[in-house]
């Protein structure tokens, strides 16, 4: 209980912290001007962006259901579409909208599929690592890009683009971490379970930690003897981006923001930024964050909260075809089989 307590405690005051960012921007633009700029756009574009944005939740569904079926489940393409969109809506409706639907991503897989529990926390990992590493670098990227270009009045030097490296590095360590020893985390969590009280150990079910252990070692084994499939998870990431840089120039050209290179990057830069926050949404850090970037640009603050509001009926739609699908995934009878193998399953080494 006490747990639940202290999450619900945390998801308040992350909700609280995004609606006081909120309150305090939006006293500093005119919220019609923001309204007259989304209705203005018009229907037709409106609803081919929606349609875009779909596509867009259907590719990024792609590299994980290349890595299923690279560890042998071979489910169908619209099955994992299904699960991706289910999980992005959970990420989206808890701190932070970037992560928080992996647990999902792992029950339906194997509640609803009949996946092995090792395949699927393999899985969702591998996806996870591989768009944290390739978000990382595009951040990172793009912080040095509008540092360097003086475009918000910031100054680059060696400190500043040390300090923007060093996150830059850590999937890649992990990764490397989980091809070199394959049981590290396992092993850490055994070393924590140890250090606590007796009473707070019986608490923990132990198929947690074999499930984690497992996990593990599929991933070590992917690494170790596939890693043509990381080569190919990593390509899809980098094409993922691409689409949406392109997303973001088609909302600012809906919304009328015409921007060279380094205020289009300015305001992706501040938009990724704020969405990491550990707040349902990015509620209130976005819209400050938009709106801090135009003021800072010079542009009119109801161009970034107009961007800001596309945003955030496009979020609406989204979520609400994520609920959708989750209300239909509970009347399809799960499969309790487990699904066909696509190719021979990796084998972890003996010594693992």
Do not use: C
């Not at 198929?207 to 899809?236: D, F, M, T, W, Y």
């Not at 691409?242 to 938009?271: M, N, P, S």
């Amino acid at each position: 209980m006490k747990p639940y307590l202290s999450r619900r405690w945390l998801d308040g005051t992350a909700l609280l912290l995004g609606l006081l960012l909120l309150w305090l921007f939006a006293q500093q633009v005119d919220w019609r001007d923001g309204q007259a700029l989304l209705r203005r756009i018009g229907p037709t574009p409106f609803l081919i962006y929606l349609a875009v944005n779909g596509g867009i939740a259907v590719l990024f569904a792609v590299r994980w259901w290349l890595l299923l079926r690279g560890i042998g489940v071979d489910l169908p393409l619209r099955r994992v579409v299904v699960y991706r969109m289910i999980a992005a809506t959970v990420s989206l409706l808890t701190p932070g909208p970037q992560f928080g639907g992996e647990p999902a991503q792992v029950y339906l897989l194997v509640r609803r599929s009949g996946v092995a529990v090792p395949q699927a926390i393999a899985a969702v990992a591998l996806d996870r690592l591989l768009e944290l590493a390739v978000n990382l670098a595009f951040l990172t990227g793009g912080i040095l890009f509008t540092l360097w270009s003086g475009v918000l009045g910031a100054v680059l030097d060696g400190r500043v683009i040390l300090l923007a490296l060093i996150p830059l590095a850590l999937p890649p360590l992990l990764l490397f971490a989980f091809w070199w020893r394959g049981r590290f985390l396992t092993t850490a969590a055994e070393r924590v379970l140890r250090s606590l009280p007796e009473r707070w150990r019986r608490q923990i079910p132990l198929r947690l930690v074999e499930s984690l252990r497992n996990g593990e070692v599929h991933i070590h084994a992917i690494l170790r003897q596939n890693p043509r499939l990381i080569a190919v998870g990593a390509l899809v990431s980098l094409g993922n981006w691409l689409v949406l840089l392109a997303d973001f120039w088609l909302a600012t050209r809906l919304i009328g923001l015409e921007l060279d290179a380094a205020q289009f990057i300015g305001f992706v830069v501040a938009a990724r930024l704020a969405i990491l926050l550990p707040i349902p949404a990015g509620l209130g850090a976005l819209e400050a964050s938009q709106i801090l970037a135009a003021q800072r640009l010079g542009l009119q603050p109801a161009l970034g909260l107009g961007l800001v509001l596309l945003f955030r009926v496009r979020d609406v739609a989204l979520a609400l075809s994520g609920l959708w699908l989750a209300w239909r995934e509970t009347k399809r009878p799960a499969l309790l089989l487990q699904p066909a193998v696509a190719r021979t399953p990796l084998r972890p080494n003996a010594d693992q």
